[in-house]
């Protein structure tokens, strides 16, 4: 990662009442990309994202956001550029959806055109009709609100979206349809996102880095792949044991090229399917066994070529992970 970091937090300390919440805290978080922080109630996840907001004041450390020092100076212009999503999704109830979605470009002043464009291509990629822009919250299914919601943050392209455990209060399948709607929102947009849960199914589908937070510190930073093969600590280890990451075939297969399992060239003779970064594992068996090999996606771009060896190595490698437990 070569460019310079969207958010950086240096040696951040917080308290509350003198009570520590944040304890020396440092993270980089780089252009485009979705980290994870993860962990217990209480570990101070929602803290670092006031911290980034400016909603609390550190008690020491630094905090630059898209290189600015975060200050009393800078923060509208900070502000200005980032988005956040909250688990209360409350849209305004008097305000058609479109209403909704040009209200913080028109404080940006960002152009009409820009707006429009992107407000479609928002509502195409959360599969939302465009005549659902003249209907008013009232008018559209919770679910459909939510991802109005979502799509609001985006709105005006911000640089940085913060989002505070915006699906935990929502049944398995309309937060599994969220996760996959923001991740489709990511991919077009290619915004840096920094995103909270406790849900550890949840970081690891969508965080390209993950940073597991106890009592007010980052005990690891690394890759959904590195937390689940290499947990640096046994509470990490304890926090993912029983996550569904651990069943193989829920992998996502872009995991296995970020792990190094696949080669950045085409094999030889073989012919080539393009399959999804975010395809799972268990649904591309069908595709090695008619001796394809596959072209990993991502934003559009092949990342990687895995074939059925490279699979086999990558099951040989977690089956011995798996009895050297
Ligand atoms: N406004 C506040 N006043 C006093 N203490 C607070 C305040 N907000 C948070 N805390 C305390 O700071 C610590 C970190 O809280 P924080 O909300 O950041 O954790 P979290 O990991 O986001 O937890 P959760 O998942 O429950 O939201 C906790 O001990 C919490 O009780």
């Given at each position: 990662m070569s460019n310079s970091p969207i958010i950086q937090l240096s040696n951040l300390s917080v308290a509350y009442d003198h009570q520590t919440?944040?304890?020396n805290l440092s993270l980089s978080v780089y252009p485009h990309e979705i980290v994870v922080l993860v962990g217990e109630?209480?570990?101070?996840k929602t803290t670092i994202l006031r911290s980034i907001s400016g909603l609390v004041t550190p008690a020491s450390g630094h905090i630059t956001v898209n290189g600015l020092p975060l200050n009393a100076r800078n923060l509208r212009q900070i502000r200005l550029n980032m988005g956040y999503v909250l688990q209360?999704?409350?849209?305004?109830?008097?305000?058609t959806i479109k209403q909704n979605l040009t209200l913080l470009p028109e404080i940006k002043h960002q152009s009409k055109t820009l707006t429009n464009q992107t407000i479609r291509s928002l509502m195409a990629a959360a599969k939302l009709?465009?005549?659902?822009?003249?209907?008013?919250?009232?008018?559209?299914?919770g679910g459909e609100q939510q991802r109005v919601g979502i799509l609001r943050a985006f709105g005006t392209r911000p640089a940085l979206i913060l989002m505070d455990e915006?699906?935990?209060?929502?049944?398995p399948v309309s937060r599994d349809q969220l996760q996959d709607l923001t991740l489709a929102i990511h991919q077009k947009f290619n915004n840096t996102i920094l995103f909270i849960t406790h849900d550890m199914n949840e970081a690891l589908k969508m965080g390209q880095r993950i940073g597991v937070v106890k009592d007010g510190q980052i005990l690891q930073l690394d890759t959904p792949d590195n937390i689940v093969r290499?947990?640096?600590?046994p509470y990490v280890r304890t926090l993912f044991?029983?996550?569904?990451?651990?069943?193989?075939?829920?992998?996502?297969?872009r995991r296995l090229i970020l792990a190094g399992y696949g080669q950045p060239t085409p094999f030889k003779d073989l012919p080539i399917e393009l399959v999804a970064?975010?395809?799972?594992?268990g649904n591309c068996y069908h595709i090695l066994a008619q001796n394809r090999q596959l072209a990993v996606q991502q934003n559009q771009k092949t990342i990687g070529y895995l074939n059925g060896q490279s699979i086999l190595n990558f099951l040989a490698a977690k089956q011995a992970h798996q009895s050297n437990k």
């Open positions: 919440a944040i304890n109630s209480g570990g101070g209360q999704i409350s849209l305004f109830p008097n305000m009709p465009m005549d659902y822009l003249t209907k008013y919250p009232n008018e559209l299914s915006p699906f935990s209060a929502l049944d290499h947990p640096a600590t044991s029983g996550s569904e990451a651990r069943k193989i075939e829920n992998i996502y297969i970064g975010d395809q799972i594992l």
